[in-house]
């Protein structure tokens, strides 16, 4: 896909009906409330950052047992994963959050194999679609596995990603682990955004300039792959 395909398809989705996600959320969260009685179901959570998560935690943790699920290979390079990963440990620490994390052992060269094929995708095109979908294909299985009562993402928090498709996508896992319940997301609506930036700011949370995966560090950084092509080249 290239660039004007993907303008296409941005606009193309732009003119489908559009959920709002977070009116779907607030009713969700009534109708478990109603259904609970005071107890919290369980909810595993797929998070990618500290700033992503930290606004979807205390949303969260008021209506559900909130386990963390910390699946991210795509992130290159292995210092920029250990670096997110020790900001979403300080932030659950520092805030008191009683949330679980559960990391999965980090194989970025087997997880860039598989983006390959789609590294001449735009970003938030074919390859980002499919790492979403595979990231939350694993944290959904897990959660089925675990017996958990619901699963979500903390990705809809991003201006960067549209929501529409995240909760299609989970709504697509949703049919094939049917034991587990998608809850429906647009963390940034509502005033989540606004309080995501608070939190960051409280906290002093490390801000990524890029998705994750080396094709997005590069697309954001294209003068760092000319470099390397210059002395490849030598």
Not at 26 to 54: F, N, T
Request: hydrophobic share 25%.
């Amino acid at each position: 896909m290239n660039k004007e395909d993907l303008i296409r398809l941005r606009e193309n989705r732009k003119k489908q009906q559009r959920t709002n996600y977070y009116l779907v959320s607030k009713k969700e969260i009534e109708d478990i409330r109603k259904e609970y009685q005071g107890r919290k179901p369980s909810l595993l959570l797929h998070a990618c950052c500290a700033v992503c998560a930290s606004f979807p935690i205390e949303f969260l943790t008021q209506v559900f047992d909130v386990t963390i699920y910390f699946n991210n290979s795509n992130i290159w390079p292995s210092a920029e994963y250990e670096r997110r990963l020790e900001e979403l440990k300080r932030y659950i620490s520092e805030t008191g959050n009683t949330v679980k994390l559960i990391i999965t052992p980090y194989d970025n060269e087997a997880y860039t194999r598989r983006l390959e094929p789609m590294k001449e995708d735009p970003e938030g095109a074919g390859r980002c679609f499919y790492c979403y979908a595979y990231r939350m294909n694993e944290a959904y299985r897990y959660a089925a596995e675990h017996h958990f009562d619901y699963f979500t993402t903390v990705m809809s928090i991003s201006r960067q990603k549209d929501s529409q498709k995240m909760n299609e996508i989970g709504r697509s896992l949703s049919h094939r682990y049917p034991s587990v319940r998608y809850f429906y997301s647009d963390f940034k609506k509502g005033g989540g955004q606004t309080r995501q930036h608070e939190l960051a700011e409280e906290h002093h949370l490390y801000r990524q300039d890029y998705c994750g995966c080396i094709y997005s560090y590069y697309s954001r950084h294209p003068e760092e792959a000319e470099k390397i092509e210059s002395e490849e080249a030598l």
